[in-house]
């Protein structure tokens, strides 16, 4: 696991948040072509997803991209 994210800000540590379905963060996401087998062809790169988190005390939110 990479260490702790902390706020910027006040050096809280940040809670991460759990996207909810689809949402304006889903545009980021890269769709892989389905012929390409889904899990064999894609690089660690190209399946990377942004994950908000949100300070708790400054409510400051910071999206990181994780695989
Ligand atoms: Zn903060």
């Known amino acids: 696991?990479?260490?702790e994210k902390v706020c910027p800000d006040c050096e809280e540590p940040l809670e991460r948040m759990?996207?909810?379905g689809t949402s304006a963060l889903g545009s980021l996401s890269i769709v892989a072509p389905a012929d390409d087998g889904?899990?064999?062809?894609?690089?660690?790169?190209e399946v990377l997803a942004p994950v908000p988190y949100?300070?708790?005390?400054?409510r400051r939110t910071l999206?990181?991209?994780?695989e």
């Open 54 to 58: 949100v300070c708790p005390e400054c």
């Open 18 to 20: 759990e996207l909810q």
């Open 63 to 66: 999206v990181y991209a994780e």
């Open 38 to 45: 889904f899990l064999s062809g894609i690089r660690a790169d």
């Open 1 to 3: 696991m990479p260490s």
